[in-house]
């Protein structure tokens, strides 16, 4: 979230010279830019699209999943590790999906702890796309966590703005320059 900080008087729904308005901007989304502020240009297409291609970018990571399981077979390294690749794809996949759920609710408290489970995450990829499948169903994905902190930002600065009115030394009874005294 961005603050613009104009110190003219222009009112909230006027734009700057720069062509932007006073005020926070909203940040945009990944596929989806700020169109989910509003739900227009193309909102819902961008969602169903999302949806879709997620969900086939998933389907097709299964395939490869399966084609590389094909070939563990054929190496014949045994049902132990066998069985040890499919528990880790799915527990790797439970991990991302969960975490990636999550993310889309609120920011994460320790940034490095998520710079740690990147790579547990790229190996559970499968879980990443579904989640993102899933949420793409009920909304943008992270539409909810941005929302929510650009209206309190929205808010913040309407009630900044509304009691930052006139010029402070001029209102009487002020810490301005007293009369009589250089």
């Not at 086939?56 to 070939?71: K, N, T």
């Not at 527990?91 to 990636?100: D, E, G, V």
Request: charged residues 25%.
């Amino acid at each position: 979230m961005s603050e613009n900080s104009e110190s003219s008087g222009t009112s909230l729904g006027s734009t700057s010279p720069g062509g932007t308005a006073p005020g926070p901007q909203p940040e945009p989304l990944r596929f989806f830019g700020t169109t989910w502020v509003d739900h227009d240009g193309g909102y819902g297409l961008r969602r169903a699209g999302v949806s879709v291609g997620s969900l086939a970018a998933a389907v097709a990571a299964c395939l490869v999943f399966r084609f590389a399981y094909q070939g563990l077979e054929i190496a014949e390294v045994g049902s132990l590790v066998g069985m040890l690749v499919v528990l880790m794809f799915a527990i790797c996949s439970a991990i991302a999906f969960r975490r990636t759920w999550e993310g889309f609710r609120r920011r994460p408290s320790d940034p490095s702890r998520e710079d740690s489970l990147r790579g547990l995450k790229s190996i559970g990829f499968i879980g990443s796309l579904l989640a993102y499948f899933f949420r793409s169903l009920i909304e943008a994905p992270g539409e909810k966590l941005r929302r929510t902190e650009y209206e309190a930002a929205l808010a913040r600065y309407v009630k900044r703005r509304s009691t930052r009115t006139g010029n402070p030394a001029a209102r009487k009874g002020g810490k301005g320059k007293r009369p009589g005294r250089r």
